[in-house]
């Protein structure tokens, strides 16, 4: 029904319309088409200029009544140190081209008015006038020059790349530091990675990438370790900021409006951005506040103003999917100490996510930093057990001494608590212990006696060899007849599977 | 006496007997064999006047698919809470229904009609419809040649169009949608079927389609430019030519050197598509999967398409402003205003058009340093272009100006290209350009310098030659109505996405409010949709004028009813194949004596009187 009455509308619209046109031919019919053309000349005359006036108005209006998102002006400042270069390009501009504009459309209204056909008068016969042109082809050509020059002057500062001799670090501190991070934009959302406390940011390979490797982070390059993923882009203020722009999939373009920034992000080749961030978001939220279009409640949180909820934004400016729209993060610049303290709360990627899992290539060693935090835990067990009283505080697991399973070879980190132990024995010349070594329930009991002794003799012969002398240590194994917790659970046998020593003497 | 028929009865009639050039057109060959019957008089004609008209009533019919498009996404945008459900029987499976009754329009479909809308009015509306349209009608008939030097080629590049709309027609009814990655297409989003559903069939269809279409501009652009250099009539010399034989000319050598760049850009897409080949494919993860894909850049795609790209804007702005100078020249009464000045704007501007193309790269990771070039070559082309429109507006001047809908039309296209083309010295400058590039502000400044005033240079054409294609007028008040809505309504339209772009609002969202920038604009949003929705309709007036007339307009009884001097005017009011019915006329004039000694227009074909300058022609 509704579809019926659509094509009915339209097809009354369409007998309308034809009798429009049928009337206007009747009428020039019975007044003669020289009387109609006449009148018709006048009427679209004054339409013309009718039109120029509006139009103008409306222009000068709406430019007037939009001025504050015009670049440069009001509240739409650029929050970046190259952006005001920009903004007065965009002025400059805007400011030629303004008057071009009213000029040209002023004389082609007015002339399309001021010559309306008139039946006693023909119109001159003026074909060209050379000196004429030569001055209005000279006039844009200089004043295109003009532009020309300044708008390359801006593009090839705002382009440059970071001063040479710069480095790359975490907290930027002077001129000759910068902070390198590094954005990767996917279907549809962006991944941004901080160089941690190297200041440099990792290698990587598309083929590397995995469901706990979404950035095809090369572990091997040891530059990836302290590599932080992080979920918005918080910046110091008045740091110098490389971001490095890579794709995994399609095109995406790293947008940041505020900041008068902008690259494609292209899959198999990493652009470059340089900026420096020159206002905080909280400034910036102070210098919206005085303008009325922040003024009122934020739609989606109408307790506050929009100047108080306002954030600087990452965005995507290039067509890449369904999705293109949604490819939101949140950009904060704040003063160096709330960066630093936002910094203490992100954590490395690989220390968080891929450490001592399948395709952790260091799962073998242990990196100085997590030697010396073994040790700091192991001294700090060890002096607890020493100025403890009781004889049940004097037995010390050793947490990470481990076997490979059903033997009794030591696993390949094993060796480091065992060295922590060792360096214990010299430093406390009178300490002496037993070695003891205990099983779970899994297997025959005589099978996890011999074995237990075996561990423990391992660990015995691994401190000897270290240097501690046999008339300090014992070792001994006592199969699975010292549960320390139940052994139906997985969870309570790995808790009994354990290596401990006893301080005998101290 | 070779024509032994003819009667000279008018003057022009008489001057082409007296002076023109017998070809023995109609001495030896009985009937026409190229329009025996039906289907080669209407169908398969070989006459470029049919194949003119062939072009404009598919460019149409694209036009109003294409503007419907525009419509849909404008409804998304300027009300993006509204239900659409009432748009299910026709959208279907892109039209989700919510309990509540609330339609939505899929994502990935906004993507595709946004694709589409751009693809079909670029090709198929502005190129094909509007050079198509009149290069063929005006060439021959303006340059004073029976037909196009190759008629057979010319009638298959209609066919060829006509297969290229309909591979991309049948694409619109694909259960995985029409390519959705915009009508620039870049890889890898246009490569890989991972990446789009579009992407998939859509995209095949799309590319078979646009080889298609090239294949018709080159056999349409090879044929034009041999008309135009070796059919010219006796006294036709190449200055002597309107201005629109010159646009159409420096056309179709734009088209015929850019568009093989195009289509070999498609075809090592297609290779990396079905072939396993890496030109524009390197370093990707999609779908959960590393690709073997490495070496390629997606840059190089970038680079062959706006090779094409670029020239393509004035493939499509060239003919518009030919028509403009013939037209605004002809209802003012008046010369046009430094006839050669215009000419070389026009050899400059299609000689610039080839180096400024990587103005569109300046965002996508080419080397800083190159864009200095571009930026300069860019620049330039203001000086040709800001020439022309001065000389548009100084052969108003003085003029004595017969409003009409073609010259309303054509006037109109001078304010649109001055307002679209000095935005356009913004985004040529690369350092503003970061700010600009794919916001709404590009939108505003290319749909209404090559949007907007290309429409309206093909609708003053529509008006001022549809006499000559049917021998009626179309009705000149719903032109003037048509005209003035259009006029106020496309202002509205575009104007305001200036303001949007400064505010860095980008292009090809499907909603703003995901980001707090973006939000600020829903009530101007719902502004342009209203006005795109009254200007669509205005455009019925045309449709419903253009065909009403075909069969009802009133009937042409001068057969040089707008007193033009050009030589299409020189013909019977129902032109057969062949143009003149005897001899060819000889040219004695440049096209543009208007308002000279007294007169109100000499034709080219007057012989100058003793002592009579030819001003340099």
């Known amino acids: 029904m509704t579809a019926f009455l659509a094509i009915l509308c339209v097809f009354l619209i369409g007998i309308v319309v034809v009798q429009i046109g049928r009337v206007t031919e009747l009428a020039s019919k019975i007044r003669g088409e020289e009387e109609m053309q006449d009148r018709t000349n006048k009427s679209n005359a004054s339409l013309m200029l009718a039109f120029m006036v509006v139009f103008l108005v409306a222009s000068v209006y709406s430019a ?3 001025k504050n998102y015009m670049l440069g002006y009001g509240p739409h400042e650029s929050a970046s140190a190259h952006g005001s270069t920009l903004d007065s390009m965009f002025k400059i501009t805007l400011f030629f081209t303004g008057i071009v504009f009213v000029l040209t459309q002023i004389a082609l209204f007015y002339f399309a008015w001021k010559y309306k056909a008139d039946k006693n008068r023909t119109a001159d016969f003026i074909s060209h006038d050379n000196k004429l042109e030569m001055i209005w082809t000279l006039i844009p050509a200089v004043v295109m020059t003009y532009l020309v020059v300044g708008g390359l002057d801006a593009w090839n500062q705002v382009m440059a790349d970071i001063p040479e001799g710069a480095v790359s670090t975490l907290v930027p501190q002077n001129d000759k530091e ?7 934009g996917w279907q549809f959302g962006w991944t941004i990675r901080y160089p941690g406390e190297d200041g440099k940011i990792g290698k990587k390979n598309f083929k590397l990438i995995s469901n706990n490797n979404p950035l095809g982070q090369d572990w091997a390059d040891e530059k990836n370790l302290d590599d932080m993923h992080v979920g918005e882009i918080v910046l110091p203020k008045g740091a110098l900021v490389r971001v490095r722009v890579t794709s995994k999939d399609v095109l995406h373009n790293f947008n940041l409006p505020h900041f008068r920034n902008k690259i494609d992000a292209v899959p198999g080749m990493p652009t470059y951005i340089v900026f420096r961030p020159t206002k905080t978001t909280e400034e910036y939220r102070q210098m919206l506040k005085d303008y009325k279009e922040y003024q009122r409640p934020d739609p989606n949180d109408d307790t506050k ?8 934004e990452l965005t995507c400016a290039e067509l890449c999917g369904k999705g293109h729209y949604s490819m939101r993060m949140l950009v904060k610049i704040v003063e160096e100490p709330e960066y630093r303290a936002w910094l203490e709360k992100q954590n490395s990627y690989y220390l968080s996510t891929i450490r001592f899992k399948d395709g952790d290539p260091y799962k073998d060693k242990l990196f100085d930093f997590e030697v010396k935090a073994r040790k700091a835990e192991f001294d700090e067990t060890l002096d607890k057990a020493l100025a403890a009283q009781e004889a049940a505080a004097k037995t010390i697991r050793l947490t990470y001494v481990n076997f490979e399973t059903g033997g009794a070879d030591l696993t390949s980190l094993s060796h480091y608590e065992l060295d922590d132990l060792a360096d214990a024995m010299k430093r406390y010349p009178n300490l002496r212990i037993e070695v003891a070594g205990h099983t779970d329930n899994t297997g025959s009991p005589d099978a996890n006696q011999t074995l237990s002794e075996q561990r423990a003799q391992v660990v015995y012969d691994y401190l000897s060899k270290a240097g501690v002398s046999a008339d300090r240590m014992t070792a001994k194994g006592y199969g699975q007849t010292v549960p320390v917790d139940t052994n139906d659970t997985e969870a309570g046998r790995a808790k009994n599977r354990r290596t401990e020593f006893v301080i005998l003497n101290q | 006496m070779a024509n032994a028929h003819v009667h000279p009865e008018t003057q022009e009639e008489r001057l082409i007997e007296e002076h023109g050039y017998d070809d023995h057109f109609h001495e030896h060959h009985h009937g026409d064999k190229f329009q025996s019957n039906f289907l080669t008089t209407y169908i398969f004609s070989q006459d470029h006047k049919i194949i003119a008209r062939q072009f404009l009533i598919t460019g149409m019919i694209w036009a109003i698919i294409g503007g419907l498009m525009s ?24 039209i989700t229904v919510s309990e509540a009754g609330v339609g939505t329009l899929s994502q990935e479909f906004y993507y595709a009609l946004v694709t589409m809308h751009g693809t079909i009015i670029v090709f198929f509306v502005l190129t094909a419809g509007l050079s198509g349209t009149f290069s063929n009608l005006l060439i021959p008939l303006q340059v004073g040649a029976r037909d196009m030097a190759s008629p057979f080629l010319n009638m298959l590049s209609y066919w060829f169009f006509f297969l290229a709309s309909v591979v991309m027609f049948a694409s619109l009814f694909l259960s995985t949608g029409p390519f959705a990655g915009g009508w620039t297409a870049y890889p890898p989003l246009s490569a890989l079927p991972q990446a789009s559903d579009g992407s998939g069939t859509g995209m095949t269809l799309w590319i078979i389609s646009l080889v298609f279409f090239v294949v018709s501009v080159l056999l349409g652009g090879i044929n034009y430019i041999t008309t135009v250099l070796n059919l010219r009539t006796k006294g036709m010399s190449m200055w002597r030519m309107p201005l629109t034989i010159w646009a159409f000319f420096v056309t179709a050598i734009l088209g015929l050197l850019s568009f093989p760049v195009l289509a070999s850009g498609f075809f090592l ?13 390197s370093e990707i993860f999609i779908g959960g999967q590393a690709l073997d894909h490495v070496g390629g850049s997606p840059i190089l795609y970038q680079h062959l398409f706006w ?3 670029h020239p393509e804007v004035y493939i499509i702005i060239l003919p518009a402003m030919g028509i403009v100078s013939e037209v605004l020249s002809v209802h003012a009464r008046k010369a046009i205003f430094g006839y050669k000045a215009m000419v070389y704007s026009i050899l400059a501007i299609g000689f610039l058009s080839f180096i400024v193309w990587a103005h569109h790269m300046f965002m996508s990771g080419v080397n800083p340093f190159i864009s200095n070039f571009f930026v300069i070559f860019t620049l330039i082309i203001a000086v040709p272009s800001a020439v022309k429109v001065f000389n548009w507006i100084t052969t108003l001047y003085k003029g004595n100006i017969r409003f009409t809908a073609a010259s309303l039309f054509a006037i109109g296209f001078v304010s ?7 935005t356009g010295i913004f985004l040529g400058n690369s350092a503003i350009d970061i700010q600009m590039h794919d916001t709404y502000f590009v939108v505003a400044h290319f749909h209404i310098v090559m949007g907007v005033a290309a429409f309206f240079g093909m609708f003053a054409g529509v008006y001022h030659w549809f006499p000559k294609m049917f021998g009626r007028f179309m009705n000149e008040t719903l032109g003037k109505i048509h005209f003035w809505i259009t006029m106020v309504g496309a202002y509205a339209i575009f104007w305001p996405m200036h303001y949007l772009g400064m505010a860095g609002v980008p292009r090809r969202y499907y909603r703003f409010d995901t980001f707090e920038t973006f939000r600020h604009f829903a009530e101007m949003n719902k502004f342009i949709t209203v006005a795109a929705v009254i200007v669509f309709a205005a455009q019925l007036l045309l449709v419903i004028n253009f065909f009403y007339s075909i069969w009802k307009g009133k009937k042409m009884t001068n057969p040089n009813p707008w007193g033009a001097s050009t030589l299409e005017w020189t013909t019977p009011i129902n032109v057969g194949h062949g143009n003149w019915a005897g001899k060819i006329p000889a040219v004695q004039r440049w096209p543009y004596d208007y308002g000279k000694d007294g007169r109100e227009f000499i034709p080219q074909i007057e012989p100058l009187k003793d002592g009579e300058s030819d001003g340099g022609h």
Request: aromatic share 24%.
């Open chain 2, 307 to 309: 090779f094409l790209g």
């Open chain 2, 71 to 94: 419509l849909v996404f404008r409804l998304q945008l300027g009300f993006p809470d509204e239900s659409l459900a009432w748009l299910k029987p026709v959208l279907g499976k892109w």
């Open chain 2, 416 to 422: 649109m290209f001055i307002s679209g083309g000095l």
């Open chain 1, 64 to 66: 007037y009544h939009y």
């Open chain 1, 305 to 312: 103003m929009l100047w108080e909820t306002f954030n600087y």
């Open chain 1, 178 to 184: 910068f902070l390198e991070i590094e954005a990767t």
């Open chain 2, 269 to 281: 897409l297609m290779f990396d598509r079905g072939l396993g080949t890496s030109f524009y494919l």
